[in-house]
């Protein structure tokens, strides 16, 4: 079975980090594209970051850029997203998903078949 397993959420103050971890069983993530997304309260699932499944290329979302960082290893089947510099606006559900290689480093939610449960992120003083 098919399984993608996030962890690392949680309260964190403004300009604190969290690193975000998702966990693959049943196939290997090292042949799809990856990409982890989030929700709000109220808001639609929006891209965070994405990988290409060679690691070669990474499209991130604008609000993120050079604060969030996505990585994979390929030994542990697990990919991660290393978020520095955090602001409130960055509280919401995130969520680890994984698709076809053929999209690249799409950050289009429908590429994905493959989602996590998601894990909050809590940016609060």
């Known amino acids: 079975q098919l399984q993608l397993v996030e962890s690392g959420g949680g309260l964190v103050q403004p300009g604190g980090s969290l690193r975000l971890s998702c966990a693959a069983s049943?196939?290997?993530?090292?042949?799809?594209?990856l990409g982890w997304f989030r929700q709000a309260p109220g808001k639609e699932r929006e891209m965070v970051s994405c990988?290409?499944?060679?690691?070669?290329?990474?499209n991130s979302a604008d609000s993120v850029k050079g604060r969030f960082t996505i990585s994979t290893d390929n030994a542990k089947n697990t990919v991660y997203l290393q978020m520095n510099s955090l602001k409130p606006e960055d509280t919401a559900v995130y969520y680890c998903?994984?698709?076809?290689?053929?999209?690249?480093?799409?950050?289009?939610?429908?590429?994905?078949?493959?989602w996590g449960q998601g894990t909050q992120v809590t940016v609060s003083s």
């Open positions: 998903a994984a698709g076809p290689s053929l999209f690249g480093s799409s950050c289009r939610v429908g590429h994905y078949a493959y």
């Open positions: 990988i290409s499944s060679s690691g070669g290329r990474i």
């Open positions: 049943g196939f290997a993530l090292a042949n799809y594209a």
